[in-house]
């Protein structure tokens, strides 16, 4: 069974500073994995799905990783802004399964 | 592209009341989930259809949840009767292909039960 765990839980960080959040996961067989932002009170949006094949994938100022021999991804954001203030969750897929949704980070950008 | 639609937005019942959500799916969709989010957690699947089809309902507390999603289109959940540690968030997605695809997201229902 898929289990996956966040850290750190919850991360404060001045404006323009750059971050790593990291995923980790106990099942190394994925197919892919996506990364998702949360606004309180809000759904879920996509920020990237990055195939077990590939290495990282880039959107904007984020950046993913994908170690699946580690069971890691990690998610690097650039010069973050406190627009970045959301929870970022991390969610493996393997194949013709669902998505295992780990709990989240709870990123604070100060102005 | 609409994005996947959900309503209501809120609600609050009391213990033992019934409650229903629905969803409406990005158009062209096939498959669609229904999630419970309870507050500090990660999304926990209850439910999976592929077109009007169960594909995955192990984790729904059948007891007291249904759901249906007729013409493969839109999807109701229902609870009933309601406990209070039914008090979450809702959450409604819908890919294009089957899991893993990539999932959409509605902007959730959150329940409060008193």
């Known amino acids: 069974k898929q289990e996956v765990t966040q850290i750190p839980a919850a991360l404060s960080v001045p404006e323009g500073e750059n971050l790593v959040l990291n995923c980790s996961f106990t099942?190394?067989?994925?197919?892919?994995l996506q990364w998702f932002r949360q606004d309180p009170g809000k759904g879920l949006t996509s920020l990237l799905l990055?195939?077990?094949?590939?290495r990282e994938q880039t959107s904007g100022r984020l950046n993913a990783s994908l170690d699946k021999s580690s069971g890691r991804s990690t998610l690097y954001i650039a010069a973050s802004q406190p627009g970045d203030s959301a929870t970022y969750l991390c969610?493996?897929?393997?194949?013709?399964?669902?998505?295992?949704f780990g709990p989240g980070t709870r990123l604070s950008v100060l102005p | 592209e609409a994005g996947v639609a959900q309503s209501p937005r809120y609600k609050i019942i009391e213990k033992r009341q019934s409650v229903a959500f629905w969803c409406n799916p990005i158009?062209?969709?096939?498959?669609l989930y229904w999630y419970q989010q309870i507050l500090g957690q990660g999304p926990k699947l209850l439910i999976q259809?592929?077109?009007?089809?169960?594909?995955?309902d192990s984790q729904l507390p059948k007891d007291r949840f249904s759901a249906e999603r007729l013409k493969g289109v839109d999807s109701t959940l229902k609870i009933q009767p309601a406990k209070l540690e039914d008090s979450a968030v809702y959450l409604c997605?819908?890919?294009?292909?089957?899991?893993?695809?990539?999932?959409?997201f509605g902007p959730g229902t959150r329940l409060l039960v008193l």
């Open positions: 158009s062209g969709h096939a498959t």
């Open positions: 990055i195939q077990s094949s590939q």
């Open positions: 969610a493996p897929g393997n194949y013709g399964q669902n998505f295992v």
């Open positions: 099942d190394s067989a994925i197919y892919n």
């Open positions: 997605a819908s890919s294009l292909e089957g899991p893993p695809g990539a999932q959409y």
């Open positions: 259809f592929q077109n009007n089809g169960v594909v995955d």
